[in-house]
């Protein structure tokens, strides 16, 4: 259930970059795939830091030291001043803190993840989404574009024989 839940939380902020493609058009269909996308996407509420109760924040700084060191393990520094969060509202994680950890940084490069936060003091989860502008690695044969690029060309099977 939490690797569901984490991997939802992650995939939010990505489903609304879905539409920007680095190298080149979209690849034909990709438009109605974001919209099947779109339509069965459900949110989740979203509270910026102020917006937190005062049991979650209480929570929160609490377990400050280990939201650090679980962030510092994939090389993020939240004590810099570049970093935002907000908290996702999850109901069926009721007894976990999850935030959302922005940072725009020019000098590093944009960063985000999020760190799940339980409250029975058991370690803090981090999901990176991207870190200091680099997207995480994702193979070739995932992406539906890589496909048209190197689809083998049924003359030169031909040819051979």
């Not at 939010?12 to 795939?33: F, M, S, T, V």
């Not at 996407?41 to 929570?59: E, K």
């Not at 496909?147 to 030169?156: I, N």
Request: proline share 7%; charged share 20%.
């Amino acid at each position: 259930m939490l690797a569901l839940v984490l991997g939802f939380a992650c995939m939010l902020p990505c489903a609304a970059q879905l539409h920007r493609h680095r190298n080149g058009p979209p690849p034909p269909g990709e438009d109605e795939k974001i919209a099947a996308l779109n339509a069965q996407t459900s949110t989740l509420p979203v509270l910026d830091a102020g917006g937190m109760s005062a049991v979650d924040r209480a929570l929160l700084q609490q377990r400050e030291v280990d939201v650090s060191s679980a962030a510092a393990f994939y090389g993020f520094d939240i004590s810099d001043g570049h970093w935002r969060y907000q908290q996702i509202v999850c109901r069926s994680l009721p007894d976990h803190l999850m935030l959302n950890f922005e940072n725009d940084s020019v000098a590093h490069g944009p960063s985000h993840f999020v760190a799940v936060v339980p409250s029975n003091g058991d370690k803090v989860q981090v999901v990176t989404d991207y870190a200091h502008g680099l997207l995480p690695f994702q193979a070739a044969w995932e992406k539906s574009a890589a496909y048209e690029a190197f689809k083998p060309d049924d003359d030169v099977g031909s040819r051979r024989a």
